[in-house]
């Protein structure tokens, strides 16, 4: 983005909030940006930085809220409202795409400052490039991160201690369980107590065995021998990986991830892989239970992001209001500035509350949950019925077409755009990923948490 490009948005954007009434005090006030800076920035004298710019969308995405219906309605509006959208998309835009070496990860270690924790943690996603974008819950702020990081030896030598670990550790964990018979596998020190017959038997089909390997040798380490058949490499060299005397190539590290169905960047170097993951690799059906439910989730996120859709611009009709009121009243604690962003969260966690109750360690670790946790059986499962009749009620036709109609008067081509795949995604019982609904530019604009405030 050109310099000179950046100055004739501001100054398309200045000159049109002018014309409306809107002068350079009232920015500065409202924008806490100063005039001075401003007019340096429409005549192309300097640029914004990151933080000016996130300001900028900022005020513009508020002009635009606090003032929604005057600008919905009033036709004398219109080049106004128009100059409004398309400002906050450019200034959008350029964010999304914002990324100078270094001073991404400055921000980022910023908004974690007093979080020394959360600093060592995001470090080490930074460095393996964990991350494809970066959002800060509190602004919204959305910043797009480079897709290509190269993990050179300097980054694998810093990492070194942790490959070692998890390669020991897997191979340890292959010898001791390989040796058991399906019948006797739950004798093993390693093997969770808590699975099904189905799924010891194919544990026990996954996991290698002698007989696997035609091999003229005796085998020390059935670990190492499907370490080194797989990847097709030497004895030697699985030993060197297990002493720290060589590190694996890049396209040997890969295929081993994919070998343990492990393929995220920071794996084998980034932690330390937990009983728990030694199992999950060679039980890939509890993968699957985990795709499902993400999926599930994603339809949960989206039918709350349709509500709130419905609840805000739709609020006028009576069956709406009914809806509300019969949501609020249904809700135990509204923890969310929306009534529908709490009910639905309250629906997750009641489930959630059930899915761990057996489970000490967990309810240990979700504190929030203990008013569900508290709850009886009888108790959840009464609410999330009444919970599900309200649920019911929610994605009819009739609030489709209530919404569409609103859609045709009052929305522009983006708007309808997001309203047209949130109702073709739920027709067919689908969702979209969460953050994306929080991030993409069509989503905001539609529904954002702050047009509640």
């Given amino acids: 983005m050109s310099n000179r490009n950046l100055s004739e948005y501001i100054e398309a954007f200045l000159k049109e909030l002018s014309k409306n009434g809107i002068g350079i005090e009232n920015v500065e006030q409202y924008s806490g940006i100063s005039i001075h800076s401003l007019s340096n920035w429409r005549n192309g004298y300097s640029k914004p930085n990151h933080k000016n710019l996130t300001k900028l969308r900022e005020y513009a995405l508020n002009l635009w809220s606090f003032n929604k219906e005057s600008l919905y309605y009033n036709n004398e509006y ?20 914002m990324s100078s070496i270094g001073e991404t990860e400055k921000k980022i270690f910023d908004d974690h400052k007093n979080n020394p924790q959360a600093q060592d943690m995001l470090e080490k996603f930074l460095e393996f490039g964990a991350f494809d974008m970066y959002v800060n819950i509190d602004n919204q702020d959305v910043t797009k991160m480079s897709e290509n990081v190269d993990i050179n030896k300097k980054i694998k030598k810093k990492y070194k201690k942790p490959f070692i670990e998890n390669i020991n550790n897997l191979i340890e964990f292959i ?47 059935i670990g190492e021998q499907w370490i080194q058949a797989n990847l097709g490499i030497s004895k030697t060299q699985v030993k060197n990986w297990r002493s720290g005397k060589d590190l694996p190539s890049k396209e040997n590290l890969e295929n081993l991830k994919k ?53 805000y611009y739709c609020n006028y009709n009576e069956n709406v209001k009914s809806l509300i009121n019969d949501v609020q009243e249904n ?12 009910f639905f969260d309250e629906i997750h966690s009641l489930k959630v509350s059930r899915e761990v109750y057996y489970d000490e ?10 008013e569900y946790f508290d709850m009886s ?31 045709d008067a009052n929305f522009d081509d983006d708007k309808k755009e997001a309203l047209t795949e949130v109702v073709r995604k739920l027709k067919k019982h689908e969702g979209i990923r969460p953050l994306i609904l ?15 405030k």
């Fill in 377 to 407: 059986h009888k108790s959840v499962e009464y609410v999330l019925n009444k919970d599900q009749q309200i649920l019911d009620r929610i994605f009819t036709d009739e609030n489709i077409q209530l919404l569409i109609d609103y859609a």
């Fill in 259 to 311: 070998l343990v169905n492990r393929e995220g960047k920071v794996a084998f170097l980034g932690y330390l892989f937990s009983n728990k993951d030694f199992v999950n690799m060679f039980l890939p059906s509890l993968e699957i239970e985990v795709e499902n439910k993400d999926k599930e989730f994603e339809l949960h996120s989206t039918l709350k992001y349709f509500t709130n859709v419905l609840f």
């Fill in 78 to 97: 219109k080049e106004l409202r128009e100059a409004i959208q398309t400002f906050y998309n450019q200034i959008d835009k350029i964010l999304m795409n």
């Fill in 175 to 221: 010898d001791e369980t390989s040796q058991y018979e399906v019948e006797t596998l739950s004798e093993s020190h390693l093997f969770p107590e808590k699975l099904v017959k189905r799924q010891v038997k194919e544990f026990y089909n996954n996991i290698p065995h002698e007989e696997d390997f035609d091999v003229p040798y005796k085998i020390s380490s």
């Fill in 361 to 370: 360690e967990a309810k240990q670790n979700m504190s929030d949950l203990k």
């Fill in 331 to 342: 809700t135990i604690k509204q923890t969310r500035i929306s009534i529908a962003s709490s």
């Fill in 438 to 452: 929080v991030t993409n530019v069509k989503f905001r604009k539609l529904y954002h948490p702050n047009q509640e």
